[in-house]
């Protein structure tokens, strides 16, 4: 069966520091890979997707970049972080009809 | 982008009572899923309505599509306090996946 994994679950990081935040895929090819923010409780708001290696989809301009160096790895990045990028992020690979499997977020910080 | 907007935003009710939430886009859906959401975890797939009148039952919850597909609602009978939690509704079209803002559910024992 598939798995996702994300890592870290908790980081707090000071104004202006990098980000890197990873999600990896067990036991699926070329799977469609998703990074959301969620506010406090709320909706998901979809930051990037991707559908292939190097394929990467911005939905929203802002101080944050993705990647996706290998099938079925999916990188969130940033060089300098803002005190709004503060949030929960998830990560997500998309199966048939759309349903979607997340994994356990990170409570992202900034200070 | 679909916009899917799902009310009430916040529900509070007594252990025991049932509840009706909703999910509505102005497009017509391919297919919409229904999540649960604890905190500080992701959300998890509750359940996949593909089909216009389709109803489907996972225990004491009972989701209906649509018969045109642009709507959808969640039935919770005798809601207990593990329910408590967000639930999201969500739907894509060419690769993009979207989600309603959600409704948090709380039920007091």
């Known amino acids: 069966s598939q798995t996702i994994h994300q890592w870290p679950a908790t980081l707090v990081q000071p104004v202006g520091s990098p980000l890197s935040l990873e999600c990896t895929v067990e036991g699926t090819s070329n799977p469609n890979l998703y990074w959301y923010r969620q506010a406090a409780g709320r909706g998901l708001q979809l930051l990037f997707y991707s559908v292939g290696i190097g394929q990467i989809s911005s939905e929203v301009p802002q101080n944050l970049s993705a990647s996706r160096p290998q099938d079925r790895q999916f990188i969130l990045s940033s060089k300098k972080l803002l005190l709004s990028d503060s949030g929960f992020y998830l990560c997500?690979?998309?199966?048939?009809?759309?349903?979607?499997?997340f994994g356990q977020g990170t409570r992202l910080t900034v200070v | 982008t679909q916009l899917l907007e799902q009310s009430p935003q916040f529900l509070s009710i007594q252990e025991g009572e049932n509840l009706t939430v909703y999910c509505n886009s102005s497009?017509?859906?391919?297919?919409l899923q229904w999540y649960r959401q604890e905190p500080g975890e992701g959300p998890v797939l509750l359940v996949t309505v593909v089909t216009g009148g389709e109803v489907k039952k996972l225990k004491r919850l009972t989701f209906q599509f649509g018969d045109a597909r642009k709507d959808s609602s969640l039935h919770i009978t005798a809601a207990q306090p593990g329910d408590t939690g967000l639930y999201l509704c969500?739907?894509?079209?060419?690769?993009?996946?979207?989600f309603g803002k959600g409704i948090t559910l709380s039920v007091r024992p």
């Open positions: 969500g739907s894509g079209a060419n690769s993009k996946l979207t």
């Open positions: 997500a690979w998309v199966g048939r009809n759309t349903e979607a499997f």
């Open positions: 497009s017509v859906f391919s297919s």
